[in-house]
């Protein structure tokens, strides 16, 4: 190939007239085989070159690579031909299952794996925080879902995401099992949305598990139990872990996450960085007294300047990543049921309301985006509202009995 002359787009391909083609400057440039309709051509301007076919079907147009570049013209006539009579065949048929132009060249099929891993690297519409939600998916994915990650996509129905639904449900619970349901749904959108599945989304018929309100907090007579069971615990770090999600009321994976350099105790804040954060922005949370004497002791303990809260030398992160076993430990201890780690932040959350906080004043201090989020919680504003109106009107009849005795007051001195 050449950096000179211009070529028609479209001729009959020999071995020799590709060798003569020019490198593009620029971008791309692609050229089409007369002989054989739908085999292409592209020359980068790095000089690299692929054959590939390019067919348009219910008015998209798919490309589908043949090889990796190293293929020969004869070959790519080949391949290409077979593949265009798989295409003609999937017309003539039912079109149930995928599109020759969508399947791997051997003829293998689609895994959920792969069509999951194509919907992780597409974009998505509201996600502030891409990175986080990329890890959120993979995480789910990889505990949930890895079972049928071999699975071709053709082979999934709505009877096996239903039956896949009803193990999750029994095994991790319903919470767990309709996230599971989530980014099934969401893979298969994907798929829908780049023309690279046909029929309806096999999730959509699978029955889910009914919603329900979660708005369990730590009851008044729950909370000395709690506490005493974290006095007497033995894991220390764990220990004022869940002492520091109650009196902050951060999520989970941001306490775990924390570094000492987020923290002012001075100033009794906690920044956490915009890219740790569910909104992607930057959030503050004050630090209340019970917080700064928990760091305070925490901060006397830390070793050779680590710059993690809660250190740990296994894991990759560098810093602990789950105490579910040691919160497990402690609600057992003290005899607290049907509770989890958010509960503690949904706690935190209503008992500032009950003791009168402005609502708008104790979104901010869990990091919430909008006061949308806290409409859950109204009810746990009610207490302060009812103290309210009863200050209220003690100041009205306080007021009226001040107005009396005015009154009498000047009636005596005009007597």
Not at 62 to 67: P, S
Not at 68 to 86: I, S, T, V
Not at 177 to 198: Q, S
Request: aromatic content about 8%.
């Amino acid at each position: 190939m050449v950096k000179s002359q211009k070529v028609a787009r479209r001729f009959r391909f020999s071995a020799e007239k590709l060798a003569t083609l020019p490198i593009p400057a620029d971008k791309p440039a692609i050229y089409y085989d007369s002989d054989v309709k739908g085999l292409c051509y592209r020359i980068q301007p790095s000089g690299s070159s692929v054959f590939f076919v390019l067919k348009k079907l219910a008015g998209k147009t798919y490309r589908k690579t043949l090889g990796n570049g190293d293929l020969k013209l004869p070959a790519a006539r080949e391949c290409a031909l077979e593949l265009l009579a798989k295409v003609a065949k999937w017309l003539a048929g039912d079109r149930q299952d995928l599109c020759p132009m969508l399947r791997p060249l051997d003829d293998s099929k689609l895994t959920f794996q792969q069509a999951f891993e194509m919907y992780l690297k597409s974009p998505r519409k509201r996600v502030t925080n891409r990175e986080r939600a990329e890890e959120r998916s993979r995480e789910l994915f990889d505990r949930y879902l890895v079972d049928i990650g071999a699975k071709p996509v053709d082979e999934i129905t709505t009877t096996t995401v239903s039956s896949l639904h009803e193990r999750l449900t029994k095994k991790f619970g319903p919470i767990a099992a309709n996230r599971a349901h989530e980014v099934l749904r969401a893979t298969f959108n994907h798929l829908i949305a780049k023309g690279l599945w046909t029929t309806t989304n096999p999730s959509r018929g699978a029955t889910r598990n009914p919603k329900k309100e979660a708005m369990r907090i730590l009851e008044p007579d729950e909370l000395k139990p709690f506490f005493d069971a974290l006095d007497a615990d033995s894991n220390r770090t764990a220990a004022r872990y869940f002492a520091l999600l109650f009196a902050i009321g951060p999520r989970k994976r941001n306490l775990y996450a924390a570094k000492w350099n987020e923290f002012s105790l001075s100033r009794k804040i906690w920044t956490i960085p915009a890219e740790k954060s569910k909104s992607g922005k930057e959030m503050v949370l004050p630090l209340k007294r019970e917080a700064i004497v928990i760091l305070r002791e925490m901060e006397q303990k830390r070793k050779d300047n680590c710059p993690w809260l809660f250190p740990s030398k296994t894991s990759a992160s560098k810093h602990i990543e789950d105490f579910s076993r040691q919160f497990t430990r402690i609600l057992k201890r003290a005899a607290i049921k049907n509770f989890t780690f958010h509960s503690l932040r949904r706690s935190f959350i209503a008992y500032n309301l009950m003791s009168g906080a402005p609502m708008p004043v104790v979104s901010e201090a869990a990091g919430h985006r909008n006061l949308d989020s806290m409409k859950p919680y109204a009810r746990f504003a009610k207490g302060a509202v009812a103290r309210a109106l009863e200050m209220g009107e003690q100041e009205i009849q306080t007021r009226m009995a001040e107005a009396e005795a005015e009154k009498k007051e000047q009636a005596q001195l005009t007597a």
